[in-house]
């Protein structure tokens, strides 16, 4: 098998995809803008070959660095990034060399357009907020204001994240949206829905069938993280409830997912919104075609003792997977993980601007024990999630929030 792995030196764990493909057998094949001396070891060591181009952004250098590889080694099985930013190139060359095994370049607007995904959710039942497309004009988007009321949610139809999300309280701020905003045209506007952002992040076969299953809380306005350059924190819970289970299933039959590891983001609401639903109900945000962003699938291996980097490469290879549900998962720092145990998996970061009451020397020591990840952020990760990060494993509810806590007290 020839797998293709477009940018696989970024974020830097991504190389365990690659390793993990290795072991099994593929043949793994590198694309990217990097310098080949500049990968790590890990890397160059899973890579049968690496191919370098000038520009990622230019599709005619990917394209004939994907033809050189299926010249010098014949068909190519699959094409994937794992990567939000490159998931439409990644569509177009698999429609371009007939790689059947991924999304297609037809299909990629369901994915990446959050007005698109709304007839998704709408065909498959599944709730979700109402919403307007801005280019329909501000009057039509003042009749939504009186349908849905304020606040509501201004963002881009195609984007990643919180940027350039505008919160929108009252009829003076819609009209200033549409005046101020750039290219407002290209962005949609949704009712404002309360609660934690959780996601279903899974791994799905062939059949559209589940291999694994987690879930992610994230905080209820990554929004203002993101535009006010606040604190971050988030984890990876022990188990996923039933009721996102069910929509996560459900969400992934709508779209019609098969094969991929994917990232579904919902709101778990914390008041009654009618036909929404109630308090702990589930309602559908986004889908995202890939994994979570940063080193989410390394907390996901560390909460539930497992390897989603081998599950997902199982999937590739064998369209099953061959890990154990308690299967233990050593960490880069060789810390033994307990047989058949579930964590809390929780991330807390630090913005260079604030000064703390507890050093870093203080975290570092006092989680010892419990201390799985403790890094700088890459600078183009920063801006949404700090620049000093600190991943723990815990036991329980009280103490995540006290580790929280210990790292964000401000002086």
Request: net charge negative; glycine share 6%; hydrophobic share 40%.
């Amino acid at each position: 098998m020839n797998f293709i792995f477009i940018s696989p030196h970024f974020p830097h764990t991504y190389w365990e995809f690659c390793n993990r493909l290795k072991q099994n057998g593929v043949t793994v094949l590198g694309i990217a803008d990097a310098d080949y001396n500049s990968l790590s070891n890990e890397l160059k060591e899973s890579l049968t070959e690496y191919y370098k181009v000038d520009n990622m952004e230019d599709y005619n250098q990917v394209f004939k660095a994907v033809a050189f590889f299926s010249f010098k080694y014949g068909k190519i099985d699959w094409i994937e990034s794992n990567n939000e930013y490159w998931l439409e190139q990644d569509a177009r060359l698999r429609t371009d060399f007939h790689v059947t095994t991924g999304i297609q370049f037809d299909q990629i607007r369901s994915i990446k357009e959050k007005s698109e995904m709304k007839k998704y959710y709408k065909a498959g039942g599944i709730p979700t907020a109402r919403q307007v497309k801005a280019n329909y004009g501000l009057v039509n988007a003042q009749n939504f204001a009186e349908l849905a009321g304020f606040p509501l949610i201004g963002k881009p139809d195609v984007g990643v994240g919180a940027g350039g999300t505008y919160k929108i309280h009252d009829y003076n701020e819609l009209t200033a949206f549409f005046n101020e905003v750039p290219f407002v045209d290209h962005y949609v506007i949704e009712e404002f829905i309360s609660g934690d952002i959780c996601s279903y992040d899974a791994i799905v076969d062939s059949k559209g069938e589940p291999l694994f299953e987690s879930m992610t809380v994230w905080p209820p306005s990554i929004m203002d993280i993101v535009n006010k350059q606040l604190d971050l924190d988030y984890y990876v819970a022990k188990e996923v409830p039933k009721k996102l289970k069910l929509i996560g299933r459900q969400t992934v039959k709508a779209f019609e997912v098969k094969s991929r590891f994917v990232h579904l983001e919902f709101f778990r609401l914390d008041s009654n919104r009618g036909e929404l639903g109630g308090p702990g109900d589930f309602v559908a945000l986004e889908v995202n075609m890939r994994p979570a962003g940063g080193y989410t699938p390394d907390m996901i291996n560390y909460a539930h003792s497992t390897d989603v980097y081998r599950i997902w490469a199982d999937m590739v290879a064998y369209d099953k997977s061959r890990v154990a549900s308690a299967n233990t998962h050593t960490a880069h720092n060789a810390l033994a993980r307990a047989w058949n145990n579930e964590y809390y998996c929780v991330f807390a970061s630090r913005r260079d601007v604030y000064s703390y009451v507890h050093s870093h020397q203080e975290i570092v020591e006092r989680y010892a024990g419990q201390l799985v990840m403790c890094e700088r952020m890459p600078e183009i990760l920063s801006g949404a999630m700090g620049n000093q990060m600190y991943t723990v494993k815990l036991a329980t509810v009280e103490e995540k929030d006290e580790f929280i806590r210990f790292v964000h007290e401000k002086k």
